[in-house]
């Protein structure tokens, strides 16, 4: 899944565990909401964390995201979970730092 439309209905995730899937992704964040689409970033393998988008059809699902998700523990890892800001573009490796 990598369709990103509207950035004021997706969330980033930070401090995935390394290995972590958009299957996965998709699976422990489904709860809250219908998703249109998940992202996870490889990341170099030396550092701690990966991160990974969530794209929901509707802006109250991200809300209920992240109020429960914040600092929920998978794996050894407290995921940080915001609003995502990312490009429009078709690059989303790059979140967008505005």
Do not use: W
């Not at 170099?44 to 509707?58: L, P």
Request: aromatic letters at 12%; one cysteine or more; a negative charge.
């Amino acid at each position: 899944m990598a369709d990103f439309g509207n950035a004021a209905n997706s969330i980033i995730i930070t401090n995935l565990p390394k290995d972590y899937t958009e299957s996965q992704l998709e699976e422990l964040f489904s709860r809250f909401g219908h998703i249109i689409s998940t992202k996870v970033v490889p990341i170099d393998r030396n550092i701690e964390g990966s991160y990974g988008f969530v794209s929901y059809d509707e802006s109250e699902s991200c809300t209920k995201a992240i109020e429960n998700m914040n600092d929920y523990v998978v794996d050894g890892f407290t995921l940080s979970v915001n609003y995502s800001s990312i490009q429009t573009s078709n690059n989303f490796d790059q979140p967008s730092n505005k």
